[in-house]
């Protein structure tokens, strides 16, 4: 079945730790994909998106994702988290002629 | 200023009554789209419109109603609200190719 996983629903990580939050999609053909974040209370903003081309895409706030297509991957990754990042991340892809499709959202909770 | 709004932010209302959830946006694009937010499970796309008057039917449509007269405005009725309605919606406007931009959610409890 078409589906977008995130396999981690919550992760703890120390301030100035890397972070990798997962995320696998099973289309046939490569979506478009994006993440994003949202902050308690508030709405979903964009951190990067993925169309086409260099598999490794920056975003805002320091963060970036690479597209590994052998995995059917698009994992959200950041060298030094800052407390201010504590969020729920999702993983969004839209395949051709479909609408989003969001995964269930990883919880990033950062210690002092 | 320009981006998307909702109204009401919080709304509390008894079962069988219609509530109606308001969406606004200043960017003109052509689509806009409702979703509900349910621990577990994600957003999940209840109505979209890809302009006036042109609504479809998203994954969890059951017991909902919009329109869309106005490019700007995208309403969701909840007709007779039910307790497993109770929920954080999300409105969004974009392009069907592209991003989606978020308004900030009516977070909506159903007695």
């Known amino acids: 079945a078409q589906s977008v996983t995130q396999p981690d629903i919550h992760i703890t990580v120390s301030e100035g730790a890397s972070l990798e939050l997962r995320c696998n999609y099973s289309y046939g053909a490569t979506p478009y994909l994006f993440w994003y974040v949202q902050s308690p209370g508030q709405g979903l903003q964009l951190l990067l998106k993925?169309?086409?081309?260099?598999?490794l895409v920056q975003g805002i706030k320091g963060f970036e994702a690479e597209f590994k297509r052998s995995q059917s991957s698009f994992n959200l990754r950041k060298p030094s988290v800052h407390w201010s990042d504590a969020a729920e991340y999702f993983c969004?892809?839209?395949?051709?002629?479909?609408?989003?499709?969001f995964g269930p959202g990883t919880r990033l909770s950062v210690l002092p | 200023d320009a981006g998307i709004t909702q109204s009401p932010r919080y709304k509390i209302t008894e079962t069988g009554r219609q509530v109606t959830l308001m969406c606004h946006q200043t960017w003109s694009h052509s689509y806009m789209f409702w979703y509900r937010q349910d621990l577990g499970h994600g957003l999940r796309l209840i109505y979209y419109?890809?302009?006036?008057?042109?609504?479809d039917k998203g994954e969890v449509p059951d017991g909902y109603v919009v329109s869309r007269s106005k490019t700007e405005n995208f309403p969701l009725t909840l007709e007779s609200a039910t307790r497993s309605q109770t929920s954080v919606y999300f409105c969004?406007?974009?392009?069907?190719?592209?991003?989606?931009?978020f308004g900030p959610g009516t977070r909506l409890t159903v007695l």
């Open positions: 969004a892809v839209l395949p051709y002629g479909q609408n989003f499709v």
């Open positions: 969004a406007s974009g392009t069907m190719d592209n991003e989606q931009f």
């Open positions: 993925y169309f086409s081309g260099d598999t």
């Open positions: 419109s890809a302009a006036a008057d042109i609504t």
